[in-house]
T-cell receptor, first 116, second 116 residues
Framework: ETGVTQTPRHLVMGMTNKKSLKCEQH?????MYWYKQSAKKPLELMFV???????ENNSVPSRFSPECPNSSHLFLHLHTLQPEDSALYLC???????????????FGAGSRLTVL | DAKTTQPTSMDCAEGRAANLPCNHS???????VYWYRQIHSQGPQYIIH???NNETNEMASLIITEDRKSSTLILPHATLRDTAVYYC?????????????????FGKGTLLTVNP
């Protein structure tokens, strides 16, 4: 149990579907992140939230829509995705934004997305 | 943030110490060295971090050279479960001129394979 729970762990969707990925952290952290990890590529930061406010939208296409209703939950809404969006989507949290040296990321296990 | 260079892969015998090198020759005085690892199909896991002194915790030891241009992560008694990709990350701590700096940039890391 890492303290960051992601559901579903695996998702297969067609290009016209609408689905959502959910992330929940039980650590009392104030910042939450979405990362994307495609095959053979480094992790890419997608979105950053601090106290439910989005502070980073890293040039992500609008077919990915994040939502942070409270500091414990983070969603990634998906619609009209492309096959190249197939990847491992990782949620992470930290006590506060990664400004202080002791602040580190705690990751969930990820949601493996396949777009057909 | 300073760039890091790590070997693509390494092997280690079970029960022996695993020494993972990282070169960060352009590191500046306010940059910390962080290590994370990612076991296959899981999210990355924080291991340890340091500024200039050697650090040790229950998972590993971090040895930083006096000139801070390189470091070594040491797993004292590697087990099969330590097989993973190990990421060495260097980042500035504190707010940058834009009032932000909360990104953790992952490279390709070193694939450590622990053999029986």
């Amino acid at each position: 149990e890492t303290g960051v729970t992601q559901t579903p762990r695996h998702l297969v969707m067609g290009m016209t579907n609408k689905k959502s990925l959910k992330c929940e952290q039980h650590l009392g952290h104030n910042a939450m992140y979405w990362y994307k990890q495609s095959a053979k590529k480094p992790l890419e930061l997608m979105f950053v939230y601090s106290l439910e406010e989005r502070v980073e939208n890293n040039s992500v296409p609008s077919r990915f829509s994040p939502e942070c209703p409270n500091s414990s939950h983070l969603f990634l809404h998906l619609h009209t995705l492309q096959p190249e969006d197939s990847a491992l989507y990782l949620c992470a949290s930290s006590q506060d934004l990664l400004v202080a040296g002791a602040n580190v990321l705690t990751f969930g296990a990820g949601s493996r997305l396949t777009v057909l | 943030d300073a760039k890091t260079t790590q070997p693509t892969s390494m092997d280690c015998a079970e029960g022996r110490a695993a020494n993972l090198p990282c070169n960060h020759s352009t590191i500046s005085g306010n940059e910390y060295v962080y290590w994370y690892r990612q076991i296959h199909s899981q999210g990355p896991q924080y291991i340890i971090h340091g500024l200039k002194n050697n650090e040790t915790n229950e998972m590993a030891s971090l040895i930083i050279t006096e000139d801070r241009k390189s470091s070594t992560l040491i797993l004292p008694h590697a087990t099969l479960r330590d097989t993973a990709v190990y990421y060495c990350i260097v980042r500035v701590v504190g707010l940058d001129s834009g009032g932000s700096n909360y990104k953790l940039t992952f490279g390709k890391g070193t694939l450590l394979t622990v053999n029986p």
